[in-house]
């Protein structure tokens, strides 16, 4: 896992983006021991909190896992999901400084990823992207990325992935992971190694299946990269091919009420079905003694995703790279829902569709209807991107157009009591089609930017970059009106709306104080447009009414940040007995955020399943303080020990009303956000072949409602990953290894993450996972 710090390098995949400028002083020294564990990497080159950490290294979490969820020992940085490979998308939580996924910007290989929302409408999850065994590195900007970084949403700074190049030799490598509850992970990666002409590529392939832990559900992935690179001295063109095609049941979260039992885990039904059966009533009812924590049959997210992208960096001369990248996306998903027809207000909307008729009979006699949300998601942009070394400047400028067309539409099927379906299968024919919506987006992004180096210890930087959006939603299947609420009289909007920001200016300084320390520092603003999605989530486009669409265009403003830094780096070699090194990283930050924007909803239970009527609003601001402190102590080449301490006070400045009602939010905690958190990583080498890593995560008592008048405790999870290579060769494999790890150490138990969804009074939560193992066997031919 994580450990060490710095190794002083920006980690981006542009051949020159490492050549020091001219008259560029001597940096700071790398003083990390010869032979030392350093994996985590601080950026010195930037004016900003930047780390990176390296594939190997994130390999060692848990061999397959998600790179994001490695960069949990990252201070800051609070990372929840169900399963141990953090695949889960339905349920994953990410918070940095306050901020979560959805206000953050990602990319892979300069390739923007979009808003990380689960039902995403502009981009895909990262370990869709790219196969975690294919990834080179990710870099994670705590406060502000830069302002090139393609995004219309990185509010909380920017976590970019990059995916390694082909191998300079031929090689076959094979990887086998097997572990608890059935867990198979299969990867084959073939390098070409250089086949003439600067040309290389690899192919690689991936099969991945894993129980649910708690009930009998099988996540899997298949998963195919490739990547061709020609490089010479004129330039280097590199082609990227993605293909994933992933199912996974949904974990389910249980409400919790002050004073109330709740049940720890809410399994699905399936694949008993009879047991489904025997759980409702004739009229398809759950339980009343359960209340809103029912039990659905089944729950699951369908994802195929194909992106592909061509990029080439021209080497113009020794001054002057220009960089030109095009890309494509295609998505088509289903996420489905197989629950009771008598519950969370459906009857309602049911009859809206069928009045006076038996509800029951006509969804196939169960008792269950099955509803689907279907995404689609086509788009493809182009980056452009120029570097100039000009004496003492070094100016850079670049644009990024996107063009997506995406859509999402909700159907309701029959769940046949003769001929149940199950979470594998997609749903056909529809009995209702309740809305189908087409939203065109145009985003286009400009940036400019010179760091000044005015003597050899000092840099400055400043520069701006433009945010235009231009997004049209249609709905070709609208809702009818008492289908999205009783009093509704239209339904849901239909319109343009244009957003021009022309300046979001940063401004930053490094001072390389002496060779062992860097004091840096940035201001800069950030905005996230509105989303652009029909049907759901904080979008104009999901609204109640065409009237509350035209007053949020005439009256609503997009979200903003602007984020302060300041830091200090210091790498030092020691001579204290066994201690014989230190590298490390403060930070303290201070974010303004304005202009919050949140879906009041006359009924949030009806509007998570159905639909209800729902204002989005500007609710004010919030601010937030803290601290990052990171650093790892080395003991020689044998043992460091990485230590991660942060503090964070995010807090609302203002009240809002829901109706006629003051939600008394000014000066409330923002909820899921911990103020404590402590990391830390202990690895030992005890021979060149053998290492372990024990690692901690600490995360403190979280706010479960925007009120705060409910919480959950804190918890600390270890971790623990033992690795070595097999000194014979057997056959034609060679460089045999093999890695064993283990999840949440401990078995402890307890609430994992909250689900923020009411003012007050309830709270939806997912459980800790239990103690998992795992064994991969690794081998090259």
């Not at 009045?355 to 006509?362: A, E, G, H, R, S």
Request: proline share 6%; charged share 20%; hydrophobic share 35%.
């Amino acid at each position: 896992m994580l450990c060490a710090a710095a190794a002083h390098a920006d980690d981006k995949p542009a051949i020159a983006e490492d050549a020091p400028p001219a008259a560029a002083a001597p940096a700071i020294q790398d003083t990390t021991p010869a032979g030392a564990i350093a994996t985590v990497e601080i950026s010195t080159r930037k004016t900003r909190s930047s780390v990176a950490l390296k594939g190997a290294e994130i390999q060692k979490v848990l061999p397959g896992v998600n790179p994001l969820k490695a960069l949990q020992a990252l201070p800051g940085v609070s990372f929840q999901t169900a399963d141990p490979w953090g695949n889960n998308e339905q349920n994953l939580s990410l918070f940095v400084h306050g901020f979560n996924a959805q206000q953050m910007g990602f990319t892979m290989d300069g390739v923007p990823l979009g808003d990380q929302s689960y039902g995403n409408y502009n981009g895909l999850a990262p370990q869709r992207a790219l196969t975690s065994e294919n990834v080179r590195s990710v870099v994670l900007a705590t406060g502000a990325g830069d302002l090139g970084t393609p995004s219309t949403n990185n509010l909380g700074g920017t976590i970019e992935t990059y995916s390694t190049d082909p191998a300079k030799r031929r090689n076959i490598g094979l990887q086998q992971t097997l572990g608890s509850h059935q867990a198979t992970r299969s990867f084959v990666r073939f390098d070409s190694g250089d086949i003439g002409g600067g040309n290389s590529f690899f192919l690689s392939g991936l099969h991945h299946e894993a129980k649910a832990w708690d009930f009998n559900g099988r996540q899997s992935n298949d998963q195919f990269n490739a990547k061709f690179v020609h490089q010479d001295n004129r330039g280097k063109l590199t082609l990227f091919a993605d293909w994933s095609d992933k199912t996974e049941p949904n974990e389910d979260s249980s409400l919790h009420q002050a004073g109330l039992n709740s049940p720890y885990t809410r399994p699905f039904l399936y694949p008993d079905f009879r047991a489904a059966l025997a759980y409702l009533d004739a009229n398809g009812a759950p339980p009343a003694s359960v209340g809103a924590n029912f039990r659905n049959y089944y729950s699951d997210a369908q994802r195929t995703d194909k992106l592909a992208y061509a990029r080439y960096e021209a080497f113009i001369s020794d001054d002057v790279t220009w960089s030109n990248q095009y890309y494509f996306h295609h998505n088509d998903g289903v996420g489905v829902v197989a629950g009771p027809i008598n519950q969370a207000g459906l009857p309602g909307l049911f009859r809206v569709y069928y009045p006076n008729q038996d509800l029951k009979t006509i969804f196939g006699g169960s008792g269950y209807a099955t509803r689907t949300t279907e995404y689609r998601i086509n788009r493809q942009g182009w980056l452009s991107n120029l570097r100039w070394e000009l004496g003492a400047h070094r100016i850079q400028g670049g644009l990024w157009f996107e063009h997506n067309n995406s859509g999402a539409y909700r159907r309701w099927y029959a769940l046949d009591v003769n001929n149940p379906s199950s979470p594998y299968t997609r749903p056909r024919n529809p009995l209702i089609t309740q809305y189908g919506s087409d939203i065109d987006n145009k985003v286009v992004q400009l940036h400019l930017q010179d760091e000044w180096r005015l003597r050899p210890d000092l840099v400055l930087q400043g520069g701006f970059k433009s945010s235009l959006q231009f997004a049209e939603g249609r709905f070709p299947v609208n809702t009818l009106p008492r289908a999205i609420s009783a009093t509704a009289t239209g339904g849901l909007p239909e319109g343009k709306i244009d957003t021009r920001k022309w300046f979001l200016p940063g401004v930053g300084a490094r001072w390389d104080v002496s060779t062992s320390d860097q004091l840096f520092a940035n201001v800069q603003k950030n905005l996230r447009q509105f989303m652009t999605y029909g049907g759901g989530g904080n979008s104009p486009w999901s609204l109640s009414s065409q009237a509350a669409f035209d007053y949020f265009k005439a009256t609503a403003k997009p979200e903003t940040s602007v984020t302060y830094e300041l830091g200090l780096r210091d790498s030092r070699t020691l001579a204290l007995g066994a201690l014989t090194g230190f590298d490390g990283q403060v930070a303290l930050y201070h974010v303004t955020f304005r202009d919050r924007q949140l879906a009041i909803s006359s009924n949030p239970i009806i509007t998570s399943f159905a639909g209800g009527t729902t204002i989005l609003s500007n609710v004010g601001s919030v601010k937030t303080d803290g601290v990052d402190l990171a650093g790892t102590l080395h003991f020689g080449r044998a043992f460091s020990f990485y230590d991660a301490l942060s503090y964070n006070r995010s807090e609302y400045q203002d009240s809002y009303y829901s109706g006629t009602t003051l939600v008394p939010t000014a000066g409330k905690t923002v909820p899921n956000t911990p103020k404590w958190m402590n990391k830390f990583v202990a690895t030992v080498k005890p021979g060149a072949d053998v290492e372990l890593q024990l690692s901690g995560d600490y995360v403190g008592r979280r706010y479960a409602t925007y009120t705060n008048d409910l919480d959950i405790p804190g918890y600390f999870l270890m971790g623990l990953s033992v690795s070595g290579k097999v000194p014979l060769s057997a056959g034609f494999l060679k460089n045999l290894r093999w890695t064993v790890s283990a999840t949440n150490l401990l078995n402890r138990e307890g609430p994992l993450q909250p689900v923020v969804g009411q003012p007050s009074g309830s709270y939806a939560t997912y459980p800790i996972p239990p103690r998992m193992g795992f064994v991969t066997l690794k081998a090259d031919i």
